[in-house]
């Protein structure tokens, strides 16, 4: 199983429809926005959590490829407790935690053709205004394709960066993923523009 791809499984959040989905995950972001409670955002978290074994998917699995994230969640806390304070990057981290695990859950179950359809649809009003419904659904699939390649680059660099020893080391983790990522992106869009697709 790969991050951020659909899993088949005969589920309740499976058999929900992605307009469905994509609504609860829009309602999530926009709630834990008004409450800095840590015990609400704590709960909230708890929650997001529970949708993994609902989707009868396998939590050691999604932990162990998540692990990149967890990382950059750590670090983030890590330097809103000493820069600004400790309740403030514990509130950020949670609300962070909550939309990456909701957008994980609704991608592991939903296809992502199902939530092109569906970002299609709902875009469409605004296609009057100079919105193409039909680009912006493709880039938020390619956003979705990109973050298992992300994933994997990151465990490539920190188990390499491991056998040098440098594995506790910020910045020999991040520079070279920022590089690998700027790259592979570059490549990306030389790839759609070679088919003739203007973005």
């Known amino acids: 199983m790969r991050l951020t791809l659909y899993v088949r499984r005969d589920s309740p959040v499976h058999r929900l429809s992605a307009a469905w989905k994509l609504g609860m995950l829009l309602a999530t972001g926009l709630l834990i926005l008004f409450t800095d409670n840590p015990l609400i955002l704590g709960t909230g978290l708890a929650m997001a959590l529970a949708g993994f074994p609902l989707a009868r998917l396998p939590m ?3 932990f162990r490829q998540a692990r990149p994230l967890l990382f950059v969640l750590a670090l983030f806390f890590a330097a809103h407790a000493m820069f ?3 309740e403030t990057g514990t509130v950020l981290t949670l609300r962070f935690a909550i939309m990456i695990l909701s957008g994980l859950l609704l ?3 939903t296809r992502v053709s199902d939530l092109m359809a569906v970002l299609e649809r709902a875009l469409r009003p605004l ?3 100079g919105l193409n419904p039909e680009k912006t659904s493709l880039v938020f699939a390619m956003t979705i394709r990109f973050i298992p390649a992300l994933a994997e680059t990151w ?3 920190r188990a390499a960066q491991q056998a040098r020893g440098m594995e506790r080391n910020p910045l020999a983790l991040l520079i ?3 590089v690998l990522t700027l790259r592979r992106a570059d490549q990306i869009s030389d790839a759609i523009e ?3 697709v203007d973005l």
Do not use: K
């Open 84 to 86: 600004t304070s400790v």
């Open 60 to 62: 050691t699995e999604i």
């Open 176 to 178: 070279p993923m920022t």
């Open 194 to 196: 070679a088919r003739g």
């Open 127 to 129: 296609a009057p205004l």
């Open 155 to 157: 465990e490539t660099i």
């Open 107 to 109: 991608t592991l179950t």
